[in-house]
């Protein structure tokens, strides 16, 4: 990685000048990183001497701080201390203090960072999982409209119980299997995963070792745990339903994900349930009234003999008379 020999700043690879104080960039600039298998990105904040009122107050702080240096006297004094981004809370504060003073500099993973690398994106989001009842399925989703298998919802890839989305990057085959396109979903993964790499507890090696978990292919037709989506579309002429991808049950998606936590969405039913239900009542109502109307055409059956009977002896005792 780059850091400028001069004032400190992270440098991207590929830039010619430092972005902070626009020194060129030279090899006394390139640094080695130890590579640790952590994934948790580490914070430096510095600060100059200042007149405001919260220097003093910052410099507590500091103390208190295991990593908290100190060079230099008088103006030429520096104050320097290193968190893991898992102290967000702390070094917002922190931050607050002296973020606006000309000597402030922060840097994430040795590159300039800005208040908003603290409070939005994958860090912003980290904040709210910790507050979260469940800490971990905050990450998967709560809602059946969020839930995902890869252990992140800001990845924006959930897997709807409806289909659609990422689930229709693929094709069917001439005998109704759906293939993934699995190059085309990594690609879309490695998009967000770079977004929110800050996160401390964002996996990026699980989210890739979920997608290979993923079947290549889905045969709906003998795997219960995926049907087909359909949709109606003009076939020579005439419109009928055909496949056009592959859903999940979402009650069975978590059988994807990786780890000894098992998510649990809630899955609004209420709609459902009073939909199935009508068709029940429905049905308990033909079923009690078809005994009903078996009793009704008993006792008419009854009446039309009984009226039978009275009738035919009206007509002997008038042939009777008649013929006397």
Sequence with gaps: MLVCDKCGAGINEGAKFCPQCGDPVTEADRISVPV?????????????????????????????????????????????????????????????????????????????????????????CYRSRQKAYKPEQFCFG?????????????????????????????????????????????HELELTLKENELCPVLDRKRVLETLDKLPDSINPK?????????????????????????????????????????PNWEIEEQGRHSSNEHVINVNLQLEDEQPKQKNTFKANKKKISSYAIWWVIGVVVLLYFLFI
Aim: with cysteine; net charge positive.
């Design 36 to 124: 640790t298998e952590s994934h948790v990105a580490n914070v430096e904040i510095a600060f100059g001497q200042s007149s405001s009122p919260n220097f003093t107050k910052a410099v507590e702080i500091c103390k208190n701080i295991p990593s908290y240096s100190s060079t230099g006297e008088g103006k030429q004094a520096q104050h320097k201390i290193s968190l893991p981004i898992t102290e967000v809370d702390l070094i917002i504060n922190l931050f607050e203090l002296v973020g606006s003073w000309k000597s402030s500099q922060m840097l994430i993973n040795g590159h300039t960072a800005t208040k908003k690398d603290l409070t939005y994106y994958g860090v912003g």
């Design 222 to 262: 003998r795997d219960s745990n995926w049907q087909y989506r359909t949709s109606y579309e003009e076939v020579n002429g005439d419109y009928k339903e055909v496949a056009v991808g592959v859903k999940p049950v979402i009650k069975k998606i978590n059988r994807y994900v990786i780890g000894g936590f098992k």
């Design 142 to 186: 709560e809602k059946e409209y969020e839930a995902n298998i890869w252990g992140c919802k800001r990845l924006g890839m959930p897997i709807n119980e409806w289909g659609g989305g990422w689930l229709d990057y693929g094709t069917f085959d001439k005998s109704g299997v759906w293939h993934f396109d699995k190059g085309r979903i990594k």
